[in-house]
């Protein structure tokens, strides 16, 4: 069964940093591609990252170099390092993997001085 829990997401200012984490289980992490979601209030949710595994990263327009996916498959954890946060990046932030169907509980980023 697919298990996916995120993690990192904060009240932080704008111009600041956050890591997030989702650590996956119940799959074989290392060969899928694992994403980045966001949804934020009233607006449906859009992917902002994704990551094969082996490595090769894609972003959405709105968050290249901004945002930077990474994964360990030691520790079957994709990661996402957003920085210079905006207001408009406030969402939760979910993951998963392309290949399988299920979702997090994902993890609440506000941008707000």
């Known amino acids: 069964q697919v298990q996916l829990v995120e993690s990192g997401g904060a009240l932080v200012q704008p111009g600041g940093s956050l890591r997030l984490s989702c650590a996956a289980s119940g799959f074989i992490f290392s060969t899928d591609t694992m994403a980045w979601y966001r949804q934020a209030p009233g607006k449906e949710r859009e992917l902002v990252a994704a990551?094969?595994?082996?490595?090769?990263?894609n972003y959405a327009d709105s968050v290249k170099g901004r945002f930077t996916i990474s994964r360990d498959n030691q520790k079957n954890t994709v990661y996402l390092q957003i920085n210079s946060l905006k207001p408009e990046d406030t969402a939760v932030y979910y993951c998963?993997?392309?290949?399988?169907?299920?979702w997090g509980q994902g993890t609440q980023v506000t941008v707000s001085s």
């Open positions: 998963r993997s392309l290949s399988r169907v299920g």
């Open positions: 990551i094969t595994g082996g490595g090769d990263r």
